[in-house]
Structure formats: C-alpha cells, structure tokens
C-alpha cells in the first residue's frame, strides 16, 4: 500500500535554515504537497510541487524532488519562531491523499 | 462560511456509545474527506465523497463507522458501540474536487474521548 515516510522531529536555531525530508511510494502521484499544523489547529497548505518539477521556490521555502528515489524536501531558510509547527509530506493517490507522520519543527532563540 | 466547521470541538463519550461528528464544508466543494488523526500521528483515511455518493471508504476501519452526505454539503460520521481505540481527533477536510489532486482545506476537527 501507500506509505509516506518522513522524520519525527528536527530541531534548529532561529536563522539557521531547516530542512524536512521525506519518501513516498506512489510513482503516479501528479502533486506532492507540504502542510502545517500549528498546535491546536487545522492543517494548512503550505507549497505543492507538480510531480514533473524538479523544485519550486516560494519566497522562504524551497521545495526539491527527485522523483527516481521518490524523495521529496522542504527547506526553510532563516527559520522563525513562529515556524515552529508539524509538518507533514503528503502524496496524492487519485483523488486520496497520503500523509506521513509528521515532523516535528522546533526553533530554538 | 469561510471555512470548514466540524462539530463538536470535543466529545467525551462512554464505551459502547454513538457519536456523531458533524462537517461543514467550504461552500462549492463538491468533494469532502474524513480523516482520523491519533497522537503523534499523521492523518489516516477514513472516507472520501463527490457530491452525495461515497468514492471511496476502503480506509473505514469498520462497521462501526459510517458516514453520510445526503445533500453534497454537509456530512455526518457516525460511529456506534465506542471503543477506547476510537479515541482520535477526526478532521473533515473539503476541496473542489478537480482531477489530479488539489488543495484540500482542513477543519479544526473534533477531538473524540472514549472513557
């Protein structure tokens, strides 16, 4: 069946950049997406990547597949406090979604 | 509305009762999906609908659950005879349903407490 794999938790220093990794299994996923969740709320989208890119920038965030090891990253570059959240790599598989566990994002002052 | 509801916020409940959990959606979203999240976890699949008709419930765990959208709006989850592994938080989530996957929009979710 599907899996999505990723890290549970990573831990950075404010202005330094984080990077969250994760694998997934499906090699007919059109779009790879990464959410947030903040403590007591919602997922939120945060970037997609259509699976025929190689990376995607948005502003702090940098998105990078390489779509023959099925790996899939998130970088955020000068990491805030208030990026400190869950996020989670999800894949869709036809019209389902996929997440992985989650990682758990702490910056430290 | 603005955004997807999900009713209640939290449920404590006694093994062995029904729950319902109640999803609004972002108004033209024809597509909604149930997932169930547990502590530390990310979400899991519970149950997909296009408009009225469920598309795909293979992640129900089982008879006990169920759910419904009789008008392609609103939907309900239903969960009857509670078991303590029940507890979780259910998310509703709704998007426009467009081929190929799409930005799907979360509610808070309902947290479910089976004592």
């Known amino acids: 069946g599907e899996d999505v794999e990723q890290s549970l938790f990573l831990s950075v220093r404010e202005g330094d950049s984080s990077v969250i990794n994760c694998t997934y299994t499906d090699s007919s996923s059109t779009y790879l997406y990464w959410y947030k969740q903040e403590p007591g709320a919602g997922l939120q989208l945060l970037t997609y990547?259509?699976?025929?890119?190689d990376m995607k920038q948005d502003q702090r965030l940098t998105v990078l597949l390489n779509k023959k090891d099925k790996h899939l990253s998130l970088r955020i570059a000068d990491t805030q406090t208030g990026d400190s959240a869950i996020y989670f790599c999800a894949e869709n598989y036809g019209q389902n979604f996929v997440f992985g566990p989650g990682t758990r994002l702490s910056v430290l002052p | 509305g603005a955004g997807v509801s999900q009713t209640p916020s939290n449920k404590v409940t006694e093994k062995g009762k029904y729950v319902e959990l109640r999803c609004d959606p972002i108004?033209?979203?024809?597509?909604l999906y149930w997932y169930r999240q547990s502590l530390g976890q990310g979400p899991e699949f519970l149950i997909y609908?296009?408009?009225?008709?469920?598309?795909?419930d293979s992640g129900l765990p089982n008879d006990r659950f169920f759910a419904v959208r009789p008008e392609g709006s609103v939907s309900t989850l239903k969960i009857q005879r509670t078991e303590r592994g029940d507890s979780a938080v259910y998310l509703c989530?709704?998007?426009?349903?467009?081929?190929?996957?799409?930005?799907?929009?979360f509610g808070e979710g309902s947290r479910l407490t089976v004592l």
């Open positions: 990547i259509f699976s025929n890119m």
């Open positions: 108004s033209g979203h024809t597509a």
């Open positions: 989530a709704s998007s426009l349903g467009t081929s190929g996957g799409g930005e799907l929009f």
């Open positions: 609908f296009q408009g009225t008709g469920a598309a795909d």
